[in-house]
């Protein structure tokens, strides 16, 4: 019995003996090549105290305990980045929402700037954590890049995809935006186009508000909507027509193009 088991897995590995077979790197040079490189380090935080119905990034709810775990995780990670060879010039924090727990955020980015010059620093914030202490927060931990997710200015839309009640109205927005304005090298503003209930007229104000409060770069994104979002989303805004995204796109370009250059 034992005999005919060898028997059968020796016929079976000389089967598939080809498709297990790795051939070994000519030589280091590919991982030599990576190393003498400078990478731009991504960094994921994917805790959010609300999370909008729209919302097609990886995202859950916050939970402290789990938040706390999960720092202590990046750092982990960024060690063996460093202990790989790898090294970064730059860092960028997207969410989920990066300042959910902004004391940790900042300790994580020191620990990388232990092994790393970090050059560039951008973060992505909501517009409720524009406060005194975590703005303060951020400038020490060296943010060159502040990346706030605006969406929309226009309240109906904000109360609509939930973030009227979370964040403050359109007009509180820009108020603070505007009151920021210089602080950190760039300031950007991301917004949304092509809300089901977004009409050319609310996008036309969004771009006024845009050019008197001054931001250095806004990223308009049009929407797209996951699998999983598709019937909350229906429910709050209506359904997303897609043929609309190419005129939206063109009223964007042309008229914001007027003060800003498009990248
Ligand atoms: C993933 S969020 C993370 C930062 C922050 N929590 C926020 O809400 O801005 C970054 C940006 O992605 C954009 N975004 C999120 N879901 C989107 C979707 N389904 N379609 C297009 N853009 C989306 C929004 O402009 C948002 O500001
Ligand atoms: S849009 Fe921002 S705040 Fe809203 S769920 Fe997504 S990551 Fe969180």
């Known amino acids: 019995m034992i005999f005919i088991d060898k028997f059968i897995t020796f016929l079976a590995a000389r089967r598939t003996r080809r498709y297990l ?24 935080i994917p805790f959010c105290q609300e999370l909008c119905p729209y919302c097609s990034f990886v995202r859950v709810k916050f939970d402290r305990c789990l938040a ?30 990066p300042t959910v727990m902004p004391e940790e955020l900042a300790e994580v980015i020191e620990y990388a700037r232990t092994f790393w010059e970090i050059k560039r620093l951008s973060v992505e914030t909501n517009p409720n954590h524009l406060t005194d202490d975590i703005l303060g927060i951020l400038k020490a931990a060296g943010v060159n890049r502040l990346s706030v997710g605006v969406q929309s200015f226009n309240n109906e839309i ?65 929407l797209m909507v996951s699998k999983g979002q598709k ?33």
Not at 81 to 92: A, N, V
Not at 162 to 180: Q, T
Not at 237 to 257: F, P, S, T
């Open 21 to 44: 077979t790795f051939d070994r790197y000519e030589s280091d040079s590919l991982a030599a090549a990576e190393k003498e490189k400078s990478y731009l380090l991504y960094m994921h």
């Open 68 to 97: 706390i775990k999960y720092f202590a995780a990046l750092k982990k990670e960024i060690a063996l980045y460093h202990e790989q060879g790898f090294r970064f010039d730059s860092i960028y924090v997207g969410g989920g929402t």
């Open 231 to 263: 019937k909350e989303l229906f429910e709050k805004c209506g359904e997303v027509d897609y043929r609309r995204e190419k005129q939206l796109y063109k009223l964007i370009v042309e008229n914001l193009g007027q003060v800003y250059k498009q990248q």
């Open 158 to 222: 904000l109360e609509s995809t939930d973030r009227l009640a979370k964040y403050g109205l359109g007009e509180e927005i820009a108020e603070r935006l505007s009151s920021i304005a210089g602080m950190f090298d760039t300031l950007n503003a991301d917004m949304v186009f092509n809300f089901a209930n977004q009409s050319d007229e609310m996008i036309m104000q969004d771009i006024e508000i845009l050019k008197k409060v001054c931001v250095d770069q806004v990223t308009w994104y049009p």
